[in-house]
């Protein structure tokens, strides 16, 4: 059984930093795609960045380049997004998400949720506020 389990939301203030973190579990691939998706009220679920395991190549919105870092620990099975000078729009429910079919290519791994066949963590919320 796959299972994602996002951990670290919470509310901080504009300019503030929080990092996510995503355990994995329930299967062992060696080339996947897997990135951070976000959902504020009202609005669509949007892809924020992601990595090609396996491939070495990380991918993310543009609202968020500079910003935010997508990372992995293969040893702990744990994705984790460093979120940096947070803005008030990137408030929102945080989701880990795992594709795990074989990427065509690394550009495959771009976090397009309408492309992804994936297995969704729980959520985290992120709320930035003064």
């Known amino acids: 059984l796959v299972q994602l389990v996002e951990s670290g939301g919470g509310s901080v203030q504009p300019g503030g930093s929080l990092r996510l973190s995503c355990v994995a579990s329930?299967?062992?691939?060696?080339?996947?795609?897997m990135g951070w998706f976000r959902q504020a009220p009202g609005k669509e679920r949007e892809g924020v960045g992601s990595?090609?395991?396996?491939?070495?190549?990380?991918f993310y919105a543009d609202s968020v380049k500079g910003r935010f870092t997508v990372s992995q620990d293969n040893a702990k099975n744990t994705l984790y997004l460093q979120m940096n000078n947070l803005k008030p729009e990137d408030t929102g429910m945080y989701y880990c998400?795992?594709?795990?079919?074989?990427?065509?290519?690394?550009?495959?791994?771009?976090?397009?949720?309408?492309?992804?066949?994936?297995?969704w963590g729980q959520g985290t919320q992120v709320t930035v506020s003064s």
């Open positions: 998400a795992a594709d795990l079919r074989l990427p065509e290519t690394a550009a495959s791994c771009f976090p397009n949720p309408g492309k992804w066949n994936a297995y």
């Open positions: 329930g299967y062992s691939y060696k080339r996947y795609c």
């Open positions: 990595i090609y395991v396996g491939g070495d190549r990380t």
